[in-house]
T-cell receptor, first 114, second 116 residues
Framework: DTGVSQDPRHKITKRGQNVTFRCDPI?????LYWYRQTLGQGPEFLTY????????KSRLLSDRFSAERPKGSFSTLEIQRTEQGDSAMYLC????????????FGNGTRLTVT | AQKITQTQPGMFVQEKEAVTLDCTYD???????LFWYKQPSSGEMIFLIY??????QNATEGRYSLNFQKARKSANLVISASQLGDSAMYFC?????????????FGSGTQLTVLP
């Protein structure tokens, strides 16, 4: 169990630029989640994959956000035309899918939009 | 309505003492699960303990125990014999059938500081 891996750990970008984050889940986990966390708050759900299928998206996920999990393994989260309000920690988590299974989180990608 | 409420933004405890972190939840689903996570300043979310709505016993994991009061819809985390390394943000979370994604919904957290 190598854990959930996220890359990069930190990203600083100028407003209007596009950014892409990567998440490698625990290999035997078929469920993958993206969350966003702002300072002093709990993580907020963005989207969820079961294998390669994106099954749910939060209303927080605007049209500028897109996520993929093309082969049911790693996932990417892209933010187009970044805004200062996008500055946050983006957390990826994976789970084997049983109802009592916790989500296993990566260390997150901290995005700063200047 | 908020699904998970943590009313203590910050808590202090003396090293070696026990501390209780409060969590109340709201759901109409009879089947749900409650989770507690620890987030140190380094940022990673560490799973601590799980309680299912049908579990008869309160969950325990080492120094962590969950005081589950179903009728009051509360799931308080008890940390016994606090250590300096317990200083962190603690989040309560719930999974119920209301979300088809089976995602966790988190509270706003409690910042715990353990004093030497």
């Amino acid at each position: 169990d190598t854990g959930v891996s996220q890359d990069p750990r930190h990203k600083i970008t100028k407003r209007g630029q596009n950014v892409t984050f990567r998440c490698d889940p625990i290999s035997e986990h078929n469920r993958l989640y993206w969350y966003r966390q702002t300072l002093g708050q709990g993580p907020e759900f963005l989207t969820y994959f079961q294998n390669e299928a994106q099954l749910e998206k939060s209303r927080l996920l605007s049209d500028r956000f897109s996520a993929e999990r093309p082969k049911g393994s790693f996932s990417t989260l892209e933010i187009q035309r970044t805004e200062q309000g996008d500055s946050a920690m983006y957390l990826c988590a994976s789970s084997p899918g049983q109802s009592n299974s916790p989500l296993h989180f990566g260390n997150g990608t901290r995005l700063t939009v200047t | 309505a908020q699904k998970i409420t943590q009313t203590q933004p910050g808590m202090f405890v003396q090293e070696k003492e026990a501390v209780t972190l409060d969590c109340t939840y709201d759901t109409s689903d009879p089947s749900y699960g409650l989770f507690w996570y620890k987030q140190p300043s380094s940022g990673e979310m560490i799973f601590l303990i799980y309680q299912g709505s049908y579990d008869q016993q309160n969950a325990t994991e080492g120094r962590y125990s969950l005081n589950f009061q179903k009728a009051r819809k509360s799931a308080n985390l008890v940390i016994s014999a606090s250590q300096l390394g317990d200083s962190a943000m603690y989040f309560c979370a719930m999974r119920d059938a209301g979300g088809s994604a089976r995602q966790l919904t988190f509270g706003s957290g409690t910042q715990l500081t353990v004093l030497p």
